[in-house]
């Protein structure tokens, strides 16, 4: 036995194209003990190769089972059906086999990066200074939207599996998975967080102050950039550099979106919990600055209060990935230091993270040595029969 528990992150393609019983089966013989299932996914092109080289295409937004709208209350953004699997079976095929053979599902949901449900809702999106509709991202703080998250998380944990692994419940960047994406320009982070900060009418109502005139502020900023070269290149983005640029005004506007996502999260958490159901928090912030150890110091831009999620989530399971064992070890320690919930950790023993297997040998060992002993590994759908091998060298 292995004193480390591990799920592999897994698109239902896997499902697809061999049978429940074969998959589990070889997952379990590779020292796997679970996965975390792709039921709700963005669009994406994929080279796969754990059933041979396959490329393909995920279609954005997209519900991998078909959605119960009973669970979903007046008000709430409803998946479409074209957006949904015709029936159940993938699922139920799954969940019974992996209860046959004691193996753990969680369903792995991406909740607000949903252009299916942001083009037909646009009112919906994230929506900036100049009224530019991100119709890739859905609005946290928008009612419908909201009303959305908690529906299909009710929807999720009743299906009968052990907890919900969250992504993207949250706010996003300026350039954030969109194919062919064009900025001709040369641009700082400044801008690009100030372009991208939603003032859609949910946001501007959920803030206390003149969201007006902070809005006219903002835009105002960036047309300097549009008539001429950004003037904060080089420069770090910070709360003190834009209260420099906008006032405390908006310190303050930035606190209370992170209070209403806050809220969010006590709604969908109270949703899985109501049926026994754990929930896990997939963070995202190791990904906003690579080569750091305190990202959690940037959680902020996306509308994310580490100290109050913490409190409210099951698991904390940030993305680690990092090229070496001492990175991963100070960036799990972090984790360790600054939030309250019990720290879990994501591992890619893939490019561009790993290159051979002594390399992720040691990155467990370094997670291990923090007790941290849920470790998780994202992708298997694009795995070589090697990286299981060396999954299960790592975590024997």
Known sequence: MTSVKSNAFTLPYTFFREPAAKVISD?????????????????????????????????????????????????????????????????????????????????WAVYMHNSAIGMHHPDATVTNVFGNKFLSELCPINKSVQAYAVGMTKDLARRGVAAIMAESIHFHGARHGEHHERFFMELSPIFEFLFSLCFCQGCK???????????????????????????????????????????????????????????????????AHSVGVKFKYEDQSPLLDTNSSKTLDRSWE???????????????????????????????????????????????????????????????????????KNIDFYLLDTFRPRDLTWIKKAIA
């Open 27 to 107: 997952l379990k013989q590779s020292g796997l003990s679970g996965i975390n299932l792709a039921l709700n996914y963005h669009a994406s092109r994929d080279f796969l190769l754990r059933q041979g080289p396959q490329l393909e295409y995920l279609s954005d937004g997209f519900h991998y089972y078909k959605v119960d709208k009973s669970n979903y209350e007046s008000g709430a953004l409803i998946p479409a059906d074209f957006d949904q699997l015709p029936s159940n079976q993938l699922l139920e095929n799954v969940l019974a086999e992996a209860k046959r053979q004691e193996f753990e599902v969680n369903a």
């Open 205 to 271: 109502s959920n803030f206390s102050g003149d969201a007006e005139s902070l809005a006219e502020k903002v835009k105002a900023k960036l047309n300097i950039v549009f008539n001429d070269k950004d003037p904060w290149l080089g420069k770090n983005l910070s709360k003190d550099l834009l209260a420099d640029l906008l006032g405390e005004e908006i310190l303050q506007y930035l606190t209370a979106r992170e209070d209403a996502v806050s809220v969010l999260y006590e709604k969908v958490v109270a949703a």
């Open 302 to 372: 996306l509308g994310i209060n580490n100290q109050k999620i913490s409190k409210i989530v099951d698991i904390y399971e940030p993305l680690v990935y990092r090229t070496t064992a001492d990175g991963v070890a100070s960036l799990a320690t972090s984790y360790l230091r600054e939030t309250s919930a019990p720290v879990s950790a994501i591992l890619r023993p893939t490019y561009p993270d790993c290159t051979d297997q002594d390399n992720l040998i040691k990155k467990v060992e370094a997670l291990k040595s923090l007790e941290i």
